[in-house]
């Protein structure tokens, strides 16, 4: 089992910057993959970010490339998603995930996920 708990989100104004920290408690945690989602009332949660536990290897999706980086420490057993130049579009609950193996962006790839924090952006 991995515990996962989220924190760093807020309200803040276009073109500020954030950055989510998702630490993790009980089985290794560096043998997991670590993943970022997002999710807003009414729609299905969706990838943001992803980092891979032993070489580090990370992937984004389209609308946060270039603004967004996830890194991880696998000492502090904490993942991280620095978000610059937020963006209104951006607002919405940030959920940490962790899979084995080496997942992708769909969700039923994860096994284990945090409560989620709010992230809002205003305009």
């Known amino acids: 089992q991995v515990q996962l708990v989220e924190s760093g989100g807020g309200l803040v104004q276009a073109?500020?910057?954030l950055r989510l920290s998702c630490a993790a408690s009980g089985r290794t945690?560096?043998?997991?993959a670590m993943g970022w989602f997002r999710q807003v009332p009414g729609k299905e949660r969706e990838f943001v970010a992803r980092i891979t536990?032993?070489?580090g290897i990370t992937a984004y999706t389209?609308?946060?490339?270039?603004?967004?980086t996830i890194s991880r420490d696998n000492v502090k057993n904490t993942v991280y998603l620095q978000m610059n130049?937020?963006?209104p579009e951006d607002t919405a609950v940030y959920y940490c995930a962790a899979?084995?193996?080496?997942p992708g962006v769909a969700i039923t790839e994860y096994d284990?996920?945090?409560q989620g924090t709010q992230v809002t952006v205003t305009a």
């Open 99 to 102: 899979a084995i193996g080496a």
């Open 15 to 17: 073109g500020a910057s």
């Open 85 to 87: 130049s937020l963006k």
């Open 29 to 32: 945690f560096s043998t997991y």
């Open 112 to 114: 284990y996920w945090g």
């Open 62 to 68: 389209d609308s946060v490339k270039g603004r967004f």
């Open 53 to 55: 536990w032993s070489d």
